[in-house]
């Protein structure tokens, strides 16, 4: 059986192909024959013509909608805001307790 291995002890594609030529195998990727990017100017305006076809795509909500829609938040946002208070103050009430048992 022959060892393919090259004398860094790797054993794959580019090492057998560098211990078939006699050449050390390039890491370096070839150059794909890619078209030239486009200029800065034609892909800022291709990309502002690109927001404002999708802005007219949107489905804005109505004013009655966006009002529903602050009530809840504002609603869900004072229940946090009791409920973290009193879990705040019964740790504060039992972190005192465990003080001043143990001083």
């Not at 060892?3 to 560098?18: H, I, L, T, V």
């Not at 006699?22 to 070839?30: D, E, L, R, Y």
């Not at 800022?44 to 802005?55: C, K, S, T």
């Amino acid at each position: 059986m022959i060892d393919r291995r090259d004398p860094e002890g790797r054993n794959d594609d580019m090492a057998e192909k560098s211990l078939d030529t006699g050449k050390p195998a390039s890491k370096t990727p070839q150059k794909s024959s890619k078209p030239a990017k486009p200029s800065v100017a034609k892909r800022l305006g291709r990309y502002f013509n690109d927001v404002r076809a999708e802005m007219r795509r949107v489905v804005w909500p109505t004013r009655t909608e966006v009002i529903n829609s602050s009530w809840i938040v504002v609603i869900t946002l004072l229940i946090f805001v009791v409920l973290i208070f009193a879990f705040d103050e019964l740790s504060s009430v039992i972190i005192a307790f465990l003080a001043n048992i143990g001083g």
